[in-house]
């Protein structure tokens, strides 16, 4: 249950901007996630902004008391911890919406959806082209965070989409990035 939260702020720095120091601290974030296992602690940007694109200058991590506990026993700020300040663990505010933070991908590679078409149903490099022509690119104008996954070694960008209010809390299970599909977290 995502009953209480923490925030973790950037603070001013002029060498560094919020747009180097996030992502930094959300790989750490990502890779304490890994080494705890954790399917109960979620993340959101107070920040998020899809006009102008941004995710600000704090993060919040959310799940019970003692997992927060757990998590923030654990080392994952160092090499940060000049550039952040993480406060007390509070509950999440009652009435608080409900909202799903999710992970977008685009499709954003003609020539893969070719090669995919080409796998699945057996069509030749032409027939693919035919059906898939150059233009149906997709581009994302969502905030995003450059990432490294801990597992693959793989860097990518993590387009990040904010959902409409639900109508109360969906329950789930939360990635290694603190991202999940169904459930929904607290967004005030």
């Known amino acids: 249950m995502l009953t209480h939260y923490l925030d973790i702020y950037l603070r001013s720095d002029p060498e560094f901007p919020a747009s180097q120091l996030l992502p930094a601290l959300y790989v750490k974030f990502h890779r304490a ?15 998020y902004s899809e006009k102008p694109l941004g995710l600000g200058k704090t993060m919040r991590v959310l799940g019970s008391a003692e997992r927060l506990k757990q ?28 909202r ?3 992970r977008a991908q685009a499709k954003s ?17 032409e027939q693919a082209r035919e059906r ?22 793989q860097a990518f960008l993590l387009f990040l989409r904010l959902g409409p209010p639900c109508p ?15 459930a929904t977290i607290p967004w005030f």
């Open 33 to 47: 996630l890994v080494q705890l296992r954790s399917e109960d602690l979620a993340v959101c940007f107070p920040g």
């Open 71 to 98: 998590l923030m026993a654990l080392p994952w700020l160092s090499g940060v911890a000049d550039h952040v300040q993480a406060s007390a663990t509070s509950p999440v505010p009652e009435g608080a919406a409900h």
């Open 109 to 125: 590679s003609p020539e893969r959806l070719r090669r995919r078409q080409m796998r699945r149903h057996g069509l030749t490099a």
């Open 132 to 153: 898939i022509s150059d233009s149906a690119a997709e581009n994302l104008t969502l905030p995003f965070l450059p990432v490294r996954s801990t597992s693959t070694g």
């Open 100 to 102: 799903k933070l999710t």
């Open 168 to 182: 109360g809390p969906l329950a789930g299970s939360f990635n290694a990035y603190g991202l999940s599909l169904t």
